[in-house]
C-alpha cells in the first residue's frame, strides 16, 4: 500500500513564503499522480486549493501554488496571511486509487 | 449553484451497517464521480472509495475492500456509502466530494458523523 508523507508541521511568518511538500514510498511523485492539495481549518470541511500538479480553483487565492519539486509535489505559500493557518493535505493517485498524506499543521506566527 | 448535501449523523452498533446519502445540485451530475473520504476524530483524511456516476464503475480503499459499497441513484441525483461489519474504529465523519478527471472539486458535502459504540 502506497505510503503518503507530509511534514506533521511548519511555522511561517506572516508576509513569508513556506513550501510543504508531498512525497510517496512507490518514488518520486509525478504528474501521472494527479497531485491534488486540500486546506482544512478547525471544525470545517476541507477545500480543495489545487488540482492536477499545479492548477488553481476559481477560489483558490494566488498566493498559493503547486509544482513537483525534487521527486515531491509541493504547495508553495507566497505571502502567508494569518487566515491560512490551517492543516493542508496532499492526495495522489495510484492504481485506481487516491492516498491522503498525513496533512501538515501550518502555524503563521 | 452546486452543492452537496449529506445525510444526518448516525449511531452504530459493533458489526452492523451504515449507509450515509449525498445528494447533489446545481451541475450535471450523471457527468461526473463521487468520492468519498472520511476523518477520524482528530485525525486525517482518509479516502473510502469513489464512483462514476454515469458508468457506475467503482474504486475501493485497500481498507475498506469487502466492506464498502458505493452506489448512486441518477433519478434523485444521490450517491450512497455503505459500509458494513463497523467496527468502533469506523466512528469518524464521512464526506462525499466531487472528483471527476482527478480533480477534485468544491464544495464537499458538509459530512455524517457515523458514530459506532456499543
Known amino acids: 500500500q502506497t505510503v503518503v508523507t507530509q511534514e506533521p508541521s511548519l511555522t511561517v511568518s506572516p508576509g513569508g513564503t513556506v513550501t510543504l511538500t508531498c512525497a510517496s514510498s512507490t518514488g518520486a511523485v509525478t504528474s501521472g499522480s494527479y497531485p491534488n492539495w486540500f486546506q482544512q481549518k478547525p471544525g470545517q470541511t476541507p477545500r480543495t486549493m489545487i488540482y492536477?500538479?499545479?492548477n488553481k480553483h476559481s477560489w483558490t487565492p494566488t498566493r498559493f501554488s503547486g509544482s513537483l519539486l525534487g521527486g515531491k509535489a509541493a504547495l508553495t505559500l507566497s505571502g502567508a496571511q494569518p487566515e491560512d493557518e490551517a492543516e493542508y493535505y496532499c492526495?495522489?493517485?495510484?492504481?485506481?486509487?487516491?492516498?491522503f498524506g498525513g496533512g501538515t499543521k501550518l502555524t503563521v506566527l | 449553484q452546486v452543492q452537496l448535501v449529506q445525510s444526518e449523523a448516525e449511531v452504530k452498533r459493533p458489526g452492523a451497517s451504515a449507509k450515509v446519502s449525498c445528494k447533489a445540485s446545481g451541475y450535471s451530475f450523471s457527468s461526473s464521480g463521487i468520492s468519498w473520504v472520511r476523518q477520524a476524530p482528530g485525525l486525517g483524511l482518509e479516502w473510502v472509495g469513489w464512483i462514476s456516476v454515469s458508468e457506475g464503475r467503482t474504486n475501493y480503499g485497500q481498507n475498506f475492500q469487502g466492506r464498502v459499497t458505493i452506489t448512486t441513484d441518477t433519478s434523485t441525483n444521490t450517491a450512497y456509502m455503505e459500509l458494513r461489519s463497523l467496527r468502533p474504529d469506523d466512528t469518524a465523519v464521512y464526506y462525499c466530494a466531487r472528483d471527476w478527471g482527478y480533480v477534485w472539486s468544491d464544495p464537499w458535502g458538509q459530512g455524517t458523523l457515523v458514530t459506532v459504540s456499543s
Open positions: 492536477r500538479t499545479d
Open positions: 492526495l495522489l493517485y495510484y492504481s485506481n486509487a487516491w492516498f
